[in-house]
């Protein structure tokens, strides 16, 4: 079997055609924790359930927008950053890799219409019981540090990141954020109904092949892990 570190080096994908759809990526806002189960055991390069990607990023600092464009053969080009502009644009590639997760819920630090006031060790947290399938996309994180965390729960869970709940929280904004990503002892089932999944890759290239402006929530995607107590039994009877 292909290991863990050379699957998200790689960059040969596959992908095929289906229908244009709506946006079904997860985002998170700073304090959001998501309690998610992988949809792919990211085992072997050819899995339509993820992919690696590749990102231009950049940002504007007169009107504080940030911009981003999948490094792809089908991508629009024609706009991106002059040579001359790109130090001062901070002008970068991120190399990232994304896969469908089923979402069973998140909890929020700030309220929103439709969440659920809970109380989660003494401290008040807001509810949203998603329920469905996103895509989750990943920085590798500073000095690896996602491809470390994920090795440590594959090797829990003998080889299969698709046996459990994993936490992905978001702390910080901006160029300070940083995500921990932790394995539970959650036992959530999944939905006994069949879902059609769109091909990762080629969802990335319908989305972002022409240079898109994300919010301030949605532009960083740095992994940092962190160990941290686990509140299981806790968390478990919220969703």
């Given at each position: 079997?292909?290991?863990?570190?050379?699957?998200?080096?790689?960059?040969?994908?596959?992908?095929?055609?289906?229908?244009?759809?709506?946006?079904?990526?997860?985002?998170?806002?700073?304090?959001?924790?998501?309690?998610?189960?992988?949809?792919?055991?990211?085992?072997?390069?050819?899995?339509?359930?993820?992919?690696?990607?590749?990102?231009?990023?950049?940002?504007?600092?007169?009107?504080?927008?940030?911009?981003?464009?999948?490094?792809?053969?089908?991508?629009?080009?024609?706009?991106?950053?002059?040579?001359?502009?790109?130090?001062?644009?901070?002008?970068?590639?991120?190399?990232?890799?994304?896969?469908?997760?089923?979402?069973?819920?998140?909890?929020?630090?700030?309220?929103?219409?439709?969440?659920?006031?809970?109380?989660?060790?003494?401290?008040?947290?807001?509810?949203?019981?998603?329920?469905?399938?996103?895509?989750?996309?990943?920085?590798?994180?500073?000095?690896?540090?996602?491809?470390?965390?994920?090795?440590?729960?594959?090797?829990?869970?003998?080889?299969?990141?698709?046996k459990g709940v994993i936490k992905v929280r978001r702390d910080g904004d901006g160029l300070q954020t940083s995500y921990r990503l932790t394995d539970t002892n959650r036992t959530d089932e999944l939905p006994s109904e069949p879902h059609e999944f769109q091909d990762v890759l080629e969802y990335y290239q319908e989305k972002y092949g022409e240079i898109w402006q994300p919010t301030r929530e949605q532009s960083s995607q740095q992994i940092e892990v962190?160990?941290?107590?686990?509140?299981?039994?806790?968390?478990?009877?919220?969703?």
């Amino acid at each position: 079997m292909t290991s863990l570190d050379d699957l998200l080096s790689s960059s040969d994908t596959q992908t095929n055609t289906r229908p244009r759809s709506v946006r079904q990526e997860l985002f998170f806002k700073a304090g959001d924790e998501a309690y998610v189960t992988f949809m792919s055991k990211i085992d072997y390069k050819d899995d339509p359930m993820w992919s690696t990607l590749s990102f231009f990023s950049w940002y504007e600092p007169i009107t504080r927008k940030a911009y981003q464009l999948l490094d792809d053969p089908k991508s629009n080009k024609e706009h991106l950053p002059p040579m001359e502009d790109r130090e001062r644009l901070n002008f970068r590639i991120k190399n990232m890799f994304a896969l469908w997760v089923y979402v069973h819920g998140v909890l929020h630090e700030q309220y929103e219409d439709g969440y659920e006031m809970v109380e989660v060790n003494n401290v008040k947290k807001f509810k949203e019981p998603v329920k469905d399938y996103k895509l989750l996309a990943l920085g590798y994180g500073h000095q690896g540090a996602t491809r470390a965390a994920l090795k440590d729960i594959q090797e829990k869970w003998d080889g299969d990141l698709t046996k459990g709940v994993i936490k992905v929280r978001r702390d910080g904004d901006g160029l300070q954020t940083s995500y921990r990503l932790t394995d539970t002892n959650r036992t959530d089932e999944l939905p006994s109904e069949p879902h059609e999944f769109q091909d990762v890759l080629e969802y990335y290239q319908e989305k972002y092949g022409e240079i898109w402006q994300p919010t301030r929530e949605q532009s960083s995607q740095q992994i940092e892990v962190k160990k941290e107590a686990s509140l299981d039994s806790e968390i478990s009877e919220l969703f």
